[in-house]
């Protein structure tokens, strides 16, 4: 089993809809996560990050935690053209005193004008 | 300033050549990471020094040699690579994780790397 899944998409929404990401892991001792977008040809760009069980707003992204399940999500609402990306779900470790973070495959998103 | 700086921004070698690429910050972060992602895939952690000391080796091969001079600065020494090294190499770096809070990554734009 991987440490963390996504569906690697493409997950295809038209535009002014809500885009519904989803990550899952494996270890349950996992306490931070992070979603980043990757343009192609680009570098990771941080979103968001979630370390509490709930919600997290920011402008039109809500990142969601549910850590019984093991899941973690990501919705942005009123999706644009823009938004189309590679989502990366990340889980963070730390391993000999130093941080890990581990990736998913991504979920490639397109908003469909 | 919120930047992580990457040179140079392509680099094209042979599988004799020694290249280095460089990575910068000024945001007094003390955690510095060099990741490698080939095309459609996820980045995969290489190396992570921490107060300028290597704190993880992700068993990368020894043609791969990472140097952190002070605490702005990595560098990633390269020698004798293959053309599956070619890919393209990300520079991050966040605080500590001991300092609290989300000590966030903040990923470089990348060094596209190809071995001919």
Known sequence: QKEVEQNSGPLSVPEGAIASLNCTYSDRGSQSFFWYRQYSGKSPELIMFIYSNGDK?????TAQLNKASQYVSL???DSQPSDSATYLCAVRSIIQGAQKLVFGQ????TINP | DTEV???PKHLVMGMTN?????CEQHMGHR?????KQKAKKPPELMFVY???KLSINESVPSRFSPECPNSSLLNLHLHALQPEDSALYLCASSQEWTSGGANEQFFGPGTRL???
Request: hydrophobic share 30%.
């Open chain 1, 57 to 61: 707003e920011d402008g039109r992204f």
């Open chain 1, 75 to 77: 919705l942005i609402r």
């Open chain 1, 106 to 109: 991504g979920t490639r998103l």
């Open chain 2, 5 to 7: 700086t990457q040179t």
């Open chain 2, 18 to 22: 020694k290249k280095s690429l460089k």
């Open chain 2, 31 to 35: 955690a510095m990471y060099w990741y």
């Open chain 2, 50 to 52: 921490s107060y300028e």
């Open chain 2, 114 to 116: 190809t071995v001919l």
